[in-house]
């Protein structure tokens, strides 16, 4: 049980970012030099709390809550200020499941010779499965710091009047420790992932209370239900990288279903990895068919350099009643820090056309090509900057605007159908 909450955790974000890297992750570079002015010690922060998240089977997969107030610091993108904060109720109202109020705190403290990141979760009035838990307060805090002759990170974590099934609870339990909860099933307080320290990079993932039920019970939570209570985690890194790739998205459609996709999407999170993901082939009745769509990710980082790759290919592409079709589109971006930003990107197409018209098999970068009576297209769409803090690219194969309206298609204006897309980022500041 001990990482289980962290890889939740990096798996809801790298969620999140995933679909939104193209819009949230571009900084200028005044405001990096900006940053590195006042704030000369390189380093990367990284946190993320939230207050609670339950996870509910049911017979068609589960019902879930949260993360309530979530607060989280981009490892990509240089924070704006040295406090990030959010607050609102722990729990959903129920007199049963539980109330409490939260507030969830990020904070960073950059000087000449150390960096500093702290992640806080305080809970207040916890009261939870009808009073079987209960507690005046709860600190959740996880701290990591960076200098220049190395890295460490602690968890200072603690209750204050916790009563567990009757019982009153030290307020520092030691690490992971478990307790039974009569009628429900159990918890365990205190659950500790990390340290995890090295010469230039350090990082620790907290839960004050992880709760399973394995009974059934007069809350009425199924059997397998987990309730997690008070997350922190916190990191630093010399550098960030993060990729991620798709094959099909469309955006905007409308009716029951306002998005397709992205399908076969892949992508890392901030301390890099790789993953690969592939679909057999997707049809969309009002946006058309592809083929075999395999997606790809990397991230490396070293103490001296960053790097992320990310690739999609997809074939028999056929698109809006075979106006826009392709064999085979493949796109690729690159991106590189080792001191300075370096960056690539390509889009490769195999017997394509659009409208009638080929398509070269390595068109120019941001090529626009008019699709009359309903928008335009963009093929090879590239875009990206790097500077001595970083770089990050970003290459879509062929992205769609649908601009006139009851046009041939049946689509409505302001549909936009990404076929192909590839992202890259690697940093420090």
Not at 246 to 272: D, E, F, K, R, V
Not at 369 to 376: E, H
Request: net charge neutral.
């Amino acid at each position: 049980m001990k990482r289980i909450p962290v890889m939740f955790v990096l798996s809801f974000v790298l969620a999140l970012s995933a679909l939104f890297f193209c819009g949230a992750g571009s900084v200028t570079a005044s405001a990096l030099n900006a940053l590195n002015t006042s704030n000369p010690y390189p380093g990367v922060p990284n946190g993320y709390g939230y207050a609670s998240y339950l996870i509910q089977p049911t017979s068609s997969g589960s019902v879930n809550y949260g993360p309530g107030v979530p607060v989280a610091l981009s490892c990509t993108t240089p924070p704006a200020t040295n406090t990030v904060t959010n607050s609102g109720p722990a729990l959903p109202p129920n007199s049963l499941a539980g109330a409490g109020n939260a507030t969830s705190t990020i904070t960073i403290n950059r000087t000449t010779t150390g960096l500093t990141v702290q992640t806080s979760e305080d809970i207040h009035n916890l009261r939870i499965l009808g009073g079987l838990i209960t507690a005046s307060d709860i600190h959740a805090i996880a701290t990591s710091t960076a200098t220049t002759t190395g890295a460490i990170s602690t968890n200072s974590s603690s209750f204050i009047g916790l009563i567990v099934a009757g019982l009153p609870i030290s307020s520092r339990p030691a690490p992971n420790t478990s307790l039974a909860l009569p009628g429900f099933g159990s918890v365990i307080l205190n659950e500790q992932s990390g340290p995890f320290n090295g010469t230039k990079m350090t990082s620790i993932g907290v839960v004050m209370m992880d709760i399973h039920i394995t009974s059934l019970n007069p809350a009425g939570f199924a059997p397998g239900t987990r309730i997690i209570i008070a997350f922190a985690q916190s990191a630093v890194r010399p550098s960030a990288v993060h990729a991620v790739s798709y094959g099909l998205y469309a955006l905007n459609t409308g009716g029951s279903t306002s998005a397709i996709g992205p399908i076969a999407i892949a992508g890392t999170g901030c301390q890099g990895g790789s993953s690969t993901v592939g679909v057999n082939g997707y049809t969309a009745s009002s946006i058309g068919s592809t083929g075999n769509e395999t997606s790809s990710a990397f991230g490396g980082i070293s103490s001296s350099n960053a790097t992320a790759t990310a690739q999609n290919g997809i074939s028999n592409v056929n698109l809006l009643g075979g106006l826009i079709s392709a064999d085979k589109v493949t796109t690729v971006a690159s991106a590189g820090w080792n001191g300075t930003g370096s960056r690539s990107g390509s889009a490769t197409f195999v017997n394509a056309q659009v409208a009638g018209s080929p398509l070269p098999t390595n068109p120019a970068p941001n090529t626009r090509k008019n699709l009359p009576g309903i928008g335009y297209v963009i093929v090879n769409e590239q875009s990206g900057n790097n500077n001595a803090s970083g770089a990050s690219e970003n290459v879509i194969g062929v992205d769609i605007y649908i601009t006139v309206p009851n046009n041939p298609t049946g689509l409505s204006t302001g549909v936009r159908i990404i076929v192909s897309s590839a992202s890259a980022d690697a940093s420090s500041y």
